[in-house]
Nanobody, 124 residues
Framework: VQLVESGGGSVQAGGSLTLSCAAS????????IAWFRQVPGKERELVSC????????WYSDSVKGRFTIDSDHIKSILTLQMSALKPEDSATYYC??????????????????WGHGTQVAVSS
């Protein structure tokens, strides 16, 4: 399994960014795929995920209505469209996948496979 994130960068508050995760050896229609974020010194936070078996999307309250997760199982790409960005969205964002969470992707901070992360910086 390989997960490679891209699309991070610096943006002003209110702006938008789209993160992408190119996945290999990940069956999108069976596994859970997710975006996490982490700020140094703080616990890793699940931002959004897709339960592959059901197609259900989940969002944390902090991003609901502003972020959109999507996946293309043919191209094996996971995306996170982020809009109305706030300084508190600044973090390293990680793509993750797990073969045991296919029916319920949320409620877990421990996934089996991780990318190396991409940084997002939102200035006020």
């Amino acid at each position: 399994v390989q997960l490679v994130e891209s699309g991070g960068g610096s943006v002003q508050a209110g702006g938008s960014l789209t993160l992408s995760c190119a996945a290999s050896e990940v069956p999108f229609l069976a596994w859970a795929i997710a975006w996490f974020r982490q700020v140094p010194g703080k616990e890793r936070e699940l931002v959004s995920c897709i339960s592959g078996r059901t197609g259900r999307r989940w969002y944390s309250d902090s991003v609901k209505g502003r972020f959109t997760i999507d996946s293309d199982h043919i191209k094996s790409i996971l995306t996170l469209q982020m809009s109305a960005l706030k300084p508190e969205d600044s973090a390293t964002y990680y793509c993750a996948a797990d073969q045991f969470r296919g029916y319920a992707c949320f409620g877990y901070n421990s996934y089996g496979h991780w990318g190396h992360g991409t940084q997002v910086a939102v200035s006020s």
